[in-house]
């Protein structure tokens, strides 16, 4: 068994980078789509015993309440800054539980319990730190860690190898993933144009990024944002593979 530990922007200010394309009640339409999908996926996994969920959007704790897991103001937290609020409430999870953690980002529409599982039976295997990477192999979308032995969050720009290499330096085994579902995060049009895709080209749609999947398919955003992207080409990122230690 394992806790999730997903960090939530406000959704007000989300996806800035989709503001060309998306009006701000757009953009938080999409942002809270995809992190319902994150949470319905990780609440009815049957590995992951706790989600917790930390933010200051003032909707964050009824949904919090809708998929019965807890939640924690940010503001509540004694430092300030990604980095900082996940290490301070990774060490309270710690504190609480000897379960590995899983931390990931709230904007992964296509995740599946597949994805978790796969994470966990390579945690399981490796007792260090799991990256999910990005599909372009950069950024860090998740993380799996042995409880009480924490890795220096290194979130931001190039985090994939920052993370790899902090990891590598305080000893730690240390493993990449890659696959669809947590490499797929949307920060810009092109990635909104792959998830597109992949919903269109996936014939079992109705179980992934359902949330997603209805605001993007059943409303007249999604029918102005397919429009406004079809002249993107789109990369659908990279089979499932790891990548050597």
């Not at 996806?15 to 994150?38: C, I, T, Y």
């Not at 004694?78 to 900082?84: E, F, I, K, S, Y």
């Not at 931001?156 to 990449?176: K, L």
Request: charged share 20%; net charge negative; with cysteine.
């Amino acid at each position: 068994m394992a806790q999730a530990l997903v960090p939530l922007k406000d959704l007000v200010q989300a996806k800035s980078r989709l503001a060309g394309l998306l009006r701000p009640s757009e953009r938080r339409a999409l942002a809270q789509a995809m992190v319902e999908d994150v949470l319905a996926v990780l609440s009815s996994h049957p590995q992951i015993s706790r989600v917790t969920l930390v933010s200051d959007d003032p909707g964050a704790g009824l949904l919090a309440a809708q998929y019965g897991i807890r939640y924690w103001p940010e503001s509540a937290l004694p430092c300030r800054g990604l980095n900082a609020v996940i290490t301070c409430a990774s060490e309270l999870l710690a504190a609480d539980c000897e379960e590995p953690l899983l931390v990931l980002h709230g904007d992964l529409p296509l995740i599946t319990a597949a994805d978790i599982t796969a994470v966990l039976a390579r945690h399981g295997e490796l007792g260090g730190l799991v990256i999910g990477c990005d599909r372009r192999g950069a950024g860090t979308n998740l993380l799996a860690f042995s409880s009480g032995r924490a890795p220096e969050f290194c979130f931001g720009a190039d985090s994939c190898n920052r993370h790899r290499e902090a990891a590598r330096a305080a000893g730690m085994p240390v493993a990449v993933i890659r696959r669809p579902g947590i490499g797929l995060d949307v920060d810009e049009a092109a990635d909104l144009a792959a998830v597109l895709a992949r919903l269109t080209a996936d014939p079992e749609r109705a179980a992934v990024g359902v949330h997603t999947g209805q605001l993007l398919y059943a409303t007249g955003l999604g029918a102005r944002v397919q429009l406004a992207l079809a002249s993107l080409t789109v990369d659908m990122g990279p089979p499932n593979e790891e990548q050597a230690n």
